[in-house]
């Protein structure tokens, strides 16, 4: 058991997952000698080596069309997409191949690969490299996207990520990479993916997030408790495919929901999530679904992106809204 | 001011499009029955083009995209890898892929409309037939990748059209080809069309083969109608990659003796003129009248062939047309290992739904 970063998570389970399967190979732009722009590679070449801890050449549609090759002959490669915001190339290979690839060949061949990528914004980084494309990646056949919220469901859900037999989009919340620690124990053991965990327990509204947003959904949840509202927190965990049980389970005893994410509302998963609760749950809310979310514009430069970012008071207004509804 | 580097481009032939010795033939060459079986399956491949055509225009399969003309270039790679290489095709490669085992009834299916045309018992670790163009490039390094890192002497062989080439996948491909010295071959297809654009408007360089030289890899051009060149070419490349020196990017020449698929009209953008001189070159009849200026075909041959043929393609589409349509679970059936539950009521709804038009159309 140690008391470790989220960031220190993913290392530690890349490092249990190649150490328990040599067909475990890690692939991307400064992996290797540099241990990845946030290091969570780091130190993994020196122990098991150039060849399983490749630098890439700077292309991201190849870092990830290498993957789709490299599953389909037996390996286990996790590819790493230094942000986000450049993994829109690599989408054509995730969308033509990795997700088609067992279909099209009716099981002939699979693609158990890993696309790993730090998203989302609040750590004042350049631009693009903010990006929250997890709708992107979740409207693609044949594929899983994985969003953990901490450290030790980073460390569970990348090694089940790497052990599943199909290509699994983990999304890392850059900002939570060292916000905080968790103690994490090194047992190997996954966490079951599909599944949505409750977070915080309440009774008057459910918030259903996932990723950094989780952490705001839960400030908020104290927010509203010093003011008598009872909100349950639910983390999907995994966004693709999303575990509507969890969530209707709690809608239906609530009445309430809010589905709060920091990507554009458009089209978004919120969007998804609330279309769902109404179709399933219609009878039991008490008012409509709340969407809180990033706005439908270009993920701002650093200066103006705590306005961008739904706040634990945009939550907490949102929720307000759901109570007050008559 | 110094000159820093120098490079230069070869380019291969054997026979010429007459099927006259251009030169020495290499050893593999020197007994020429070698070459009756790469003759053998480029008729078969033209026979089973011509059916498939048909079968197209009857409306039995859907839109189909012709291998006439590439022929050689098909038998060439069917004859210089090994069972354990991997083949990466684009969508025209039927022919090399009969000669991997293949059974052409499944480029019928794949055409049909069926993914069962992509499922190649007879050559499990081959690719399947890849649309989108040059993305089947980066595929081929992950493979060649995986090869090297397990130390197995195999090769990874990837095709692309002289289209590809423009695309960024083929150039990230070749470039990391070469960065891990990796056990690949790219043959880059050159038709002279990317449906309507000829291969002056894809790229301003002599040859497409030079483009290796950007990525430091060995490059060569080779006459894709000659079957003995490319035979040569490519497996020379094929063994240099088995041994461990390296990638070779080959351009073989041909040209598109059909449209591009069923679906077009050549006749919009190139002359009938043009057409009739490329069918001065096409690479059967040239292989064809070396071999008999050998004495190793005769027109006895010919004919006995010609029927052989005939009752292969047969068997193919009796194969193809007796294979039942799949039911409408096939959609989710492959999609992932196991089906996450939460996707399991659209099976059973579009399982419904099939029933019930069944039943209306019944009764």
């Known amino acids: ?326 | 001011m110094p000159v820093i580097a120098r490079f230069e481009v070869r380019s291969t032939q054997y026979l010429d499009a007459e099927g006259r010795e251009a030169g020495p033939l290499p050893a593999f060459a020197a007994d020429a029955r070698a070459l009756v079986p790469d003759y053998r399956a480029m008729v078969l491949m033209r026979a089973f083009d011509a059916k498939a055509i048909a079968l197209q225009r009857t409306g039995q399969i859907g839109t189909y995209a012709s291998t006439l003309g590439k022929e050689a270039i098909d038998a060439a790679l069917g004859a210089v890898l090994a069972k354990d290489d991997v083949l990466l095709p684009s969508y025209r490669e039927s022919g090399v892929l009969m000669l991997r085992g293949v059974s052409p009834h499944r480029t019928l299916l794949y055409w049909g409309g069926d993914e069962r045309g992509n499922v190649f018992p007879e050559s499990p670790r081959d690719f399947p037939f890849n649309v989108p163009i040059a993305s089947q490039l980066p595929h081929a390094v992950g493979v060649a990748y995986a090869m090297k890192l397990r130390r197995e002497p195999r090769v990874a062989l990837a095709l692309c059209g002289d289209g590809a080439t423009s695309k960024g996948d083929f150039y990230e491909a070749i470039n990391a080809a070469g960065i891990w010295k990796l056990p690949m071959v790219v043959v880059v297809v050159n038709n002279q069309y990317a449906i309507s654009v000829p291969r002056r408007m894809q790229c301003r360089a002599e040859t497409l083969a030079q483009k290796g030289i950007a990525a430091g890899i060995a490059c060569e051009q080779v006459d894709g109608n000659d079957v003995i060149a490319a035979r040569d070419v490519v497996g020379r490349a094929v063994e240099r990659a088995r041994a461990g020196e390296g990638p070779t990017l080959v351009e073989a020449m041909t040209y598109r003796l059909s449209d591009h698929t069923t679906a077009d009209d050549a006749t919009r953008y190139r002359s009938a003129e043009e057409l009739a001189g490329q069918w001065k070159n096409e690479p059967i009849v040239r292989l064809r009248n070396w071999l008999a200026s050998k004495g190793a075909w005769t027109p006895a041959d010919e004919q006995a062939l010609g029927r052989e043929v005939a009752a292969q393609v047969q068997k193919c589409v009796e194969a193809y047309l007796k294979t039942p349509r799949p039911g409408p679970e096939q959609m989710f059936e492959h999609l992932y290992a196991r089906l996450p539950r939460q996707y399991a009521w659209q099976v059973a709804s579009l399982t419904e739904e099939a029933e019930d038009h069944v039943e209306h159309h019944a009764g």
């Open chain 1, 1 to 326: 058991m140690s008391n470790i970063t989220l960031v220190e998570s993913i290392n530690l389970a890349l490092a249990r997952a190649m150490e328990e399967d040599e067909s475990v190979v890690v692939l991307g732009e400064d992996v290797g000698l540099n241990g990845g722009v946030f290091r969570a590679t780091a130190g993994l070449q020196k122990r098991f080596g150039a060849e399983r801890v490749a630098d890439t050449p700077l292309a991201e549609g190849l870092i990830a069309g290498m993957a789709v090759g490299m599953a389909a002959e037996g390996l286990r490669p996790v590819a790493e997409i230094q942000f986000a915001g450049f993994a829109y190339t690599a989408i054509d290979q995730m969308l033509n191949h990795a997700g088609r690839l067992r279909h099209r060949t009716q099981g002939r061949l699979s693609c158990p690969m890993v696309l790993r990528t730090p998203c989302g914004a609040g750590i004042h980084a350049p631009e693009h490299h903010s990006e929250s494309p997890e709708a992107m990646f979740a409207h693609i056949p044949g594929i899983r996207v994985v969003y953990p919220s901490s450290p030790a469901k980073a460390y569970g859900l990348l090694l089940a990520a790497i052990l599943d037999p199909d290509p699994v989009v983990f999304l890392e919340p850059s900002r939570l990479y060292r916000r905080f620690k968790e103690e994490v124990r090194d047992d190997g053991a996954p966490l079951a993916l599909d599944e949505a965990f409750v977070v915080r327990e309440g009774s008057d509204v459910t918030i259903v997030s996932w990723g950094a947003m989780v952490h705001s959904s839960l400030e908020a949840a104290d927010v509203l408790a010093a003011e008598g509202v009872s909100a349950e927190v639910i983390d999907l965990a995994t966004v693709k495919p999303i575990d509507m049980e969890t969530v209707l389970a709690s809608v239906k005893k609530t009445g309430r929901c809010a589905v709060v994410t920091e990507a554009p509302r458009t089209c978004s998963l919120a969007s998804e999530i609330s279309a769902n609760v109404s179709e399933q749950a219609l009878l039991s809310l008490v008012a409509p679904v709340e969407r809180i979310t990033g706005w439908d514009t270009v993920t701002p430069m650093f200066r103006l992106e705590e306005h961008y970012l739904p706040s634990t008071a945009r939550i907490v207004a949102g929720v307000r809204k759901l109570m007050e509804f008559q």
